[in-house]
C-alpha cells in the first residue's frame, strides 16, 4: 500500500507561480511512476505531468514551457513547479503513484488562478 500527502495549491493571480509537493509513504519503490493529474469542474481528469522511473518527463501540451516536474528519489517525492499560470490551469490537483496493477492517489489539493 502507497500512501500520498500531497501540499502546496492555493490561490494566484494570473501570471504567477505555485509549487506543489507530493510524499509518497509505504511500499514506494523507484520504479513507480510519478505525476500529477488535474479536474477542473465539470471536466475530466487529465494528466499535467509525470517521470516515469529513470525515464524522461511528459506534459499535456497545455503546460509546457510553464510548468516542471522533478522528482527525489531519496525522500521519494514529486514536485510541480508552475509558473505563468492561468485561470484554465485552475483546478483539483491529484498525485499519482503507478507501477505495474498499482495505481494510488493523493486526496487532491485545489489550485485557483484569480485575479
Known amino acids: 500500500q502507497v500512501h500520498l500527502v500531497e501540499s502546496g495549491g492555493g490561490l494566484a493571480q494570473p501570471g504567477g507561480s505555485l509549487g506543489l509537493s507530493c510524499a509518497a509513504f509505504?511500499?514506494?519503490?523507484?520504479?513507480?511512476?510519478m505525476g500529477w493529474y488535474r479536474q477542473a469542474p465539470g471536466k475530466q481528469r487529465e494528466l499535467v505531468a509525470v517521470?516515469?522511473?529513470?525515464?524522461?518527463?511528459n506534459y499535456v501540451d497545455s503546460v509546457k514551457g510553464r510548468f516542471t516536474i522533478s522528482r527525489d528519489y531519496s525522500k521519494n517525492t514529486v514536485f510541480l513547479q508552475m509558473n505563468s499560470l492561468k485561470p484554465e490551469d485552475t483546478a483539483v490537483y491529484y498525485c499519482?503513484?503507478?507501477?505495474?496493477?498499482?495505481?494510488?492517489w493523493g486526496q487532491g489539493t485545489q489550485v485557483t488562478v484569480s485575479s
Open positions: 509505504g511500499s514506494i519503490h523507484r520504479f513507480y511512476a
Open positions: 517521470i516515469p522511473s529513470g525515464g524522461s518527463t
Open positions: 499519482n503513484a503507478a507501477w505495474s496493477a498499482y495505481n494510488y
